[in-house]
């Protein structure tokens, strides 16, 4: 509804969210908490601090930790319509308490919300599965992806990620998640060269080709073996490389060989789809491609588990000759109302086209401190996925991994939460709420800016 973002804005329940206020007390190291999770919880794969606030609630793009100090989340590319948004919190209160139930029983959120999921997709992909994660999408859409072509080779492209569940691990292969990704990989899995325009193997202005090339020698090298292709998986804007898009006219070319090898296409919109982008609302739109699979999760739920994979019917058929598919939780009735009002919210509080407008003005505001900062090497993305990315030489790109991390505990004590990311974490990760402010943009750049301005 017209005016309802600015009325939720004027309900914040902390006046004290004073952005550029620097706390000088010391943050509460929260020991007793962390020595906690230590104890009785699978230690965290990532901490990028050694001292994390500790978070007690969140309100639109900022958290507040248990001091009640606030910090702007610049990095949470799961919360898209914001944090403690109350008409997400009615929707999902209301339908707890009608009925919250085994996906196996009949109930009317599966079909209203697979209607609006498929509206949504490109023509022809009319048929939705509903799984509680990301990494559960992708093992699904390789599944369908197997049952569909009888074959199991599939390609993807290094510097990917796409999660932490058996077949999707497989096929992830960046470093920055998991350092041991590139030591096993099963046989069916074949990484091709990483179309990373800022530092992959090839730059320059032809690099598609070069790249293209890459991925039909892989091709070939299949059928040279007489071995069978499945198909394709990967992300249309590279996500933990920063936000690098693929060079331009690249998916339209490696699709049309896939296909021509018989094998299906998947994008994985997990991270990168559903409005971030500000400009598209699913990344391959960028690459002018129509997947035959597409995958879909974090931002759908706005943090609760929700995940989608969304296909042709010919596709799911062929799975459902053989294959089986049943999730207790995947699309039960509360996790279909909470899909609904994500994306009512986004209708309505225009949070696309708002990651479009706040992000471009963001990424000038970077690309500026990039002329005053020679440690900026580039920014790269667009919308509200971004990445600025720190060398300590433009012409080598050695990476600035140390300078990243000193920046990003820096930031910390600014009041931003801030990551690395990229196969040499040095890159910011910035992927807030869609609903981010102008002002909290300009904050974030201020406190950037200072931060380099420091050193480190
Ligand atoms: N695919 C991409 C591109 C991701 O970034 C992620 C998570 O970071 C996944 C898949 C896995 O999603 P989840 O963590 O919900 O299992």
């Known amino acids: 509804r017209p005016g309802h973002a600015a009325a939720w804005s004027s309900l914040c329940p902390s006046p004290s969210i004073v952005l550029g206020m620097e706390c000088d007390a010391p943050r509460p190291a929260s020991e007793a908490l962390l020595e906690r999770r230590q104890q009785n919880f699978?230690?965290?794969?990532?901490?990028?601090?050694?001292?994390?606030?500790?978070?007690?609630?969140?309100?639109?793009?900022?958290?507040?930790?248990?001091?009640?100090?606030?910090?702007?989340?610049m990095v949470n590319n799961v919360t898209i319509v914001g944090h403690g948004h109350p008409r997400l919190a009615r929707a999902v209160s209301r339908q707890w308490s009608l009925l919250n139930t085994n996906s196996r029983f009949h109930y009317a959120g599966?079909?209203?919300?697979?209607?609006?999921?498929?509206?949504?997709?490109?023509?022809?992909?009319?048929?939705v599965f509903l799984v509680n994660s990301g990494s559960e999408a992708n093992?699904?859409?390789?599944?369908?992806?197997w049952a569909y072509t009888g074959a199991k080779n599939m390609l993807c492209l290094l510097e990917g990620y796409h999660g932490w569940t058996v077949a999707s691990d497989a096929v992830s292969t960046s470093v920055a998640?998991?350092?041991?990704?590139?030591?096993?990989?099963?046989?069916?899995v074949h990484p091709i060269a990483s179309p990373n325009t800022y530092r992959g193997e090839f730059r320059g202005a032809d690099a598609t080709a070069a790249y293209v090339e890459t991925a039909h020698r892989a091709l070939d090298k299949l059928e040279e073996r007489n071995e069978q292709l499945a198909g394709i998986i990967c992300e249309s804007v590279y996500g933990n490389a920063g936000g690098i898009p693929l060079p331009s006219g690249y998916l339209e070319k490696v699709y049309a060989m896939v296909r021509a090898r018989g094998g299906v296409c998947i994008a994985d919109e997990v991270q990168v789809g559903y409005g971030r982008l500000g400009h598209h609302f699913w990344g391959?739109?960028?690459?002018?491609?129509?997947?035959?699979?597409?995958?879909?999760?974090?931002?759908?739920?706005?943090?609760?588990p929700l995940g989608a994979v969304i296909t042709r019917r010919d596709i799911a058929e062929a799975f459902e000759k053989e294959g089986y598919f049943?999730?207790?939780?995947g699309g039960s009735p509360v996790s279909c109302a909470v899909g609904m009002a994500v994306l009512d919210i986004m209708e309505d509080e225009a949070l696309q086209e708002n990651a479009?407008?706040?992000?471009?003005?963001?990424?000038?505001?970077?690309?500026?401190?990039?002329?005053?900062?020679?440690?900026?090497?580039?920014?790269?993305?667009?919308?509200?996925?971004?990445?600025?990315?720190?060398?300590?030489?433009?012409?080598?790109?050695?990476?600035?991994?140390?300078?990243?991390?000193?920046?990003?505990?820096?930031?910390?004590?600014?009041?931003?939460?801030?990551?690395?990311?990229?196969?040499?974490?040095?890159?910011?990760?910035?992927?807030?709420?869609?609903?981010?402010?102008?002002?909290?943009?300009?904050?974030?750049?201020?406190m950037l800016g200072k931060a380099l301005a420091e050193g480190w």
Not at 110 to 127: C, H, K, M, N, Y
Not at 139 to 145: E, F, G, I, P, V
Not at 285 to 300: E, L, S, W, Y
Request: aromatic share 8%; with cysteine.
């Open 326 to 329: 049943f999730s207790s939780a």
């Open 356 to 446: 479009r407008t706040v992000g471009d003005y963001l990424k000038e505001r970077l690309e500026s401190l990039g002329e005053q900062f020679p440690l900026i090497g580039a920014v790269h993305g667009m919308g509200l996925y971004l990445g600025v990315e720190f060398v300590r030489d433009r012409e080598t790109l050695a990476p600035a991994t140390a300078e990243t991390a000193a920046i990003c505990r820096r930031l910390l004590d600014l009041g931003v939460i801030m990551q690395p990311t990229g196969d040499h974490l040095n890159v910011l990760k910035i992927k807030p709420p869609l609903c981010l402010t102008k002002d909290s943009a300009d904050f974030f750049a201020e």
């Open 284 to 304: 391959f739109d960028q690459q002018n491609v129509v997947p035959d699979i597409i995958t879909v999760a974090k931002g759908m739920g706005n943090g609760h």
């Open 110 to 127: 599966v079909a209203e919300f697979s209607e609006r999921l498929t509206a949504l997709a490109p023509e022809g992909l009319d048929t």
């Open 42 to 73: 699978a230690r965290p794969q990532k901490n990028y601090y050694a001292a994390p606030p500790q978070i007690e609630r969140g309100w639109r793009e900022h958290m507040f930790d248990i001091t009640g100090r606030s910090y702007l989340d």
């Open 177 to 188: 998640d998991n350092p041991r990704a590139l030591e096993t990989r099963p046989d069916w």
């Open 139 to 145: 093992d699904l859409a390789l599944r369908l992806a």
